[in-house]
């Protein structure tokens, strides 16, 4: 082994162990410390003969790095204001005191693009480097070959980029990885990232709900979603919902997935991503029904208390299987593409506000592989901002707004059927009031802000004089 290392990383839980082998098996030698020693020489012994050098201390961790050292901390951030500090602030500041100009601290884990910025600004400030680095596909990904999303100074990419583009997962040949922007852009990228991975993973559920209200076995729906991921819908989410809906309990022999609580959990990013949203005037409601689809389902004793007390209709769906499930897929297409332009639309609004100059057609290339999301259709969604990088709205690209004005019947009828039989769903009524309300020439707006004059005297737009000019009206006295 060399006497000093390629990159180190800081945080030995199972994702970072994993990016570790992945980085060594590009050719690189790697330094790693955790806080609990003994997991550290626990790593280093499961894994002989490797180019690993494991440390007891952070000054060893350091001193055993090449210049500029390059440090990737994955511990879990919980900051979500610039005041907070939380592990990673802690780790950041353990290290300055060990580190030399030039320096470059990554952070690999799902920080908030605002703490990133501060991080940036004062690291930056005592002559260090600092990339936050989206790093998405979980703990396979993380080994085989991940999407990363960095963001940072140009210079500071040209460093990293060899080990980034050696250990990011290849589509084509290229590597699932770019330089995002500056700041905070790569965190923030990766943050909408997740919260379209949310409205994917809700809009996959209500197709499974339709279908257990059908009546279709698990076994039958697995091979749908088997069959779906040869075709137009094609995905990491949709594949491994297949494998889900097979797998078997060994003790009972029942399916894993009807012995599992329905209770969601979440770790932020998707809240996140609705807050970064209404700062910004943008609709997401596909992701946002996918929040709060979560939301509600971990009130689990509520419901089951409402469900004896709140009337519904008892869900009997007659339809032929195959007539069902082509409807089912129209509605999955054309909400999935809903929640893809909505989250597009947020990165190209924060990108222009925060002059980050993001490309995406790039981002939506490096997410093809390795991430949580990656899709088949992702090369539609390349090739789409490719083809006009001015796009307004992805539903408005050729392709797409050809597969949503075909997937039209389907879904209505889909949407229409499932609340009349009391079936929740949530994220593909949200899409597809979202896209009707895109598509709608005239909207009852104009009656909202007659209400807004009413009573605030908040003024109005005619449609009779230029825009722009603005009026108010004398409107009679209420009597109470």
Request: aromatic residues 8%; glycine residues 10%.
């Amino acid at each position: 082994m060399s006497n000093k290392s390629d990159f180190g990383l800081i945080g030995l839980a199972v994702m970072g162990q994993n990016l570790v082998l992945n980085v060594e098996s590009r050719g690189f030698q790697v330094s790693v410390f955790n806080r609990t020693v003994s997991v550290t020489e626990e790593f280093i012994a499961k894994h002989p003969g490797k180019k690993l050098v494991g440390a007891k201390t952070l000054e060893e961790f350091v001193q055993s790095l090449s210049r500029p050292r390059k440090i990737q901390i994955m511990v879990k951030s919980t900051a979500v204001r610039d005041h907070e500090r939380d592990a990673v602030d802690a780790v950041i500041e353990q290290l300055i005191p060990l580190l030399e100009e030039g320096d470059i601290i990554i952070d690999g884990g799902n920080s908030f693009y605002q703490t990133t910025e501060r991080r940036d600004a004062y690291l930056a400030a005592k002559g260090l480097r600092f990339i936050g680095a989206g790093v998405s596909g979980g703990e396979e990904g993380a080994r085989k070959g991940p999407s990363i999303m960095p963001g940072g100074p140009p210079s500071t990419w040209e460093v990293m980029k060899p080990i980034f583009e050696s250990i990011a997962a290849k589509v084509d040949g290229e590597p699932c990885v770019i330089h995002i922007g500056p700041g905070g852009a790569g965190h923030y990228v990766k943050m909408i990232h997740n919260g379209i991975e949310y409205g994917d993973m809700q809009l996959i559920c209500e197709a499974y709900s339709i279908f257990k209200a059908a009546g279709l076995s698990t076994d039958e729906m697995a091979a749908v979603f088997n069959e779906w991921n040869q075709g137009d819908l094609q995905s990491y989410l949709i594949q491994i919902s297949g494998k889900a809906l097979e797998q078997r309990d060994p003790e009972t022999g029942k399916p894993v997935v009807e012995l599992i609580m329905d209770k969601a959990g979440q770790k932020g990013t998707g809240q996140w991503t609705l807050l970064n949203a209404a700062e910004n005037a943008v609709v997401i409601s596909t992701i946002n029904a996918a929040v709060e689809a979560r939301i509600l389902s971990s009130q689990k004793k509520q419901r089951v208390a409402a469900s004896t007390q709140l009337q519904g209709p008892k869900a009997q769906l007659s339809l032929p299987k195959a007539e069902l499930v082509q409807k089912v897929h129209d509605a999955l297409y054309a909400s999935k593409i809903v929640s893809y332009a909505q989250g597009l639309d947020l990165i190209k609004t924060m990108g222009e506000k925060k002059n980050w100059g993001l490309d995406l057609g790039r981002i939506a290339a490096i997410w093809r592989g390795g991430c949580i999301i990656r899709a088949r259709f992702l090369n539609r969604i390349t090739e789409a901002y490719r083809n006009n990088p001015q796009l307004a709205n992805l539903m408005l690209d050729p392709f797409f707004k050809g597969v949503l004005n075909g997937a039209q019947q389907n879904w209505r009828e889909l949407v229409s059927t499932a609340m009349l039989q009391g079936i929740a769903v949530p994220a593909f009524s949200a899409s597809l009031g979202y896209y009707d309300s895109y598509r709608s020439e005239r909207l009852p707006a104009n009656l909202l802000q007659a209400q807004r004059d009413f009573f605030g005297a908040h003024t109005y737009e005619r449609t009779d004089k230029p825009e722009g000019e603005f009026f108010h009206t004398q409107w009679p006295e209420v009597i109470e």
